[in-house]
């Protein structure tokens, strides 16, 4: 089961959690990408290279 993580909806301005994400690169950059609850937009959640490789797996 993957791991739960924190997300802010800068749209709605909330907090929700999910473990239902993918990790995508960008420009040497990791990223947490997921649905957002209140809407058809995506949030994304930044992530260290480190916690990136381990949440690939």
Not at 9 to 16: E, R, Y
């Amino acid at each position: 089961m993957p791991e739960e993580l924190s997300f802010y909806d800068v749209k709605s301005k909330s907090k929700f959690k999910s473990s239902e994400y993918i990790v995508k690169e960008k420009a040497g950059r990791f990223f947490a990408v997921t649905k957002s609850k209140s809407g058809p937009h995506e949030c994304w959640r930044v992530l260290g290279a480190d916690q990136a490789k381990k949440l690939k797996k």
